[in-house]
């Protein structure tokens, strides 16, 4: 019966490590909802007993985040200690650079309002142009 638990914890464990592997940031993900993903898959193999170095969870976050957090991955790997920092800290810092991006510029939805109004208005000023062309 024993066997029989070890191997099913094997083919879950492996089942993660490639769930692992494939997981990468859309764009339109924040930090928060990303990082639970991760979080949520490296705590399961770990409760399953397999060993994963917090080292390559740091490497894999910053590995595949989103283009919008290229710059701030890019410093933490050049000017962090990857192999001695916490996947909380870089938690941590990104979400610290996605709030401060908040504060600059439109958010995406204002963005994709005014490009919808601006599709609307030319619609719009088409169907009075060709109306006008009819009378």
């Known amino acids: ?43 399961t193999r770990r409760t399953l007993g397999d060993t994963i170095e917090e080292s390559y969870v740091v490497k894999k976050l910053l590995r595949v985040v989103s283009y919008k957090f290229l710059k701030i991955a890019s410093t933490l790997e050049q000017f962090g200690d990857l192999e001695t920092m916490a996947a909380e800290e870089v938690t941590g810092r990104l979400k610290d650079h996605e709030e401060r991006m908040k504060g600059h510029g439109e958010s995406d939805k204002k963005k994709l309002l005014l490009t919808h109004k601006e599709w609307s208005d030319r619609k719009n000023e ?10």
Request: glycine residues 8%; without cysteine.
């Open 1 to 43: 019966m024993f066997l029989g638990v070890d191997r099913v914890k094997a083919v879950r464990i492996q089942t993660l490590k490639a769930e692992f592997e494939a997981l990468s940031m859309k764009e339109t993900e924040g930090v928060d909802e990303f990082t639970v993903k991760v979080t949520n898959t490296v705590s």
């Open 126 to 135: 088409n169907r009075g142009g060709n109306q006008e062309k009819v009378k």
